[in-house]
Nanobody
Framework: QVQLVESGGGLVQAGDSLRLSCAAS????????VGWFRQAPGKEREFVAR????????YYADSMKGRFTISRDNAKNTAYLQMNSLKSEDTAVYYC?????????????WGQGTQVTVSS
């Protein structure tokens, strides 16, 4: 498995931006697709975005399109989630995960999460 550590969360105001990072170690990071998920208090975890091993394919949840951008730097073993025009409803713990295939399969490695709080 890949070990993942998220960072970059914090308290921001509505309309601000944040960039989350997902640092990987262990197995070869470039062999894995990366996904970002979030879980708000009292709600189920929801999908945010995913990116292929090469970075050439990305996919977003509809509510994040145009505001969030997923990317990766395999030389740094790190994936990113750039979040712009943040809203109060974006408040959640954000997690990154990896799996072999970008389109199917189980997300089998997870980070511990980073808290994002957006004040209105």
């Amino acid at each position: 498995q890949v070990q993942l550590v998220e960072s970059g969360g914090g308290l921001v105001q509505a309309g601000d931006s944040l960039r989350l990072s997902c640092a990987a170690s262990g197995r070869t990071f470039s062999n894995y697709a990366v996904g970002w998920f979030r879980q708000a208090p009292g709600k189920e975890r929801e999908f945010v975005a995913r990116i292929s091993w090469s970075g050439g394919y990305t996919y977003y949840a509809d509510s994040m399109k145009g505001r969030f951008t997923i990317s990766r730097d395999n030389a740094k073993n790190t994936a990113y989630l750039q979040m712009n025009s943040l809203k109060s409803e974006d408040t959640a713990v954000y997690y990154c995960a990896t799996r072999r295939n970008v389109g199917t399969g189980e997300w089998d490695s997870w980070g511990q999460g980073t808290q994002v709080t957006v004040s209105s």
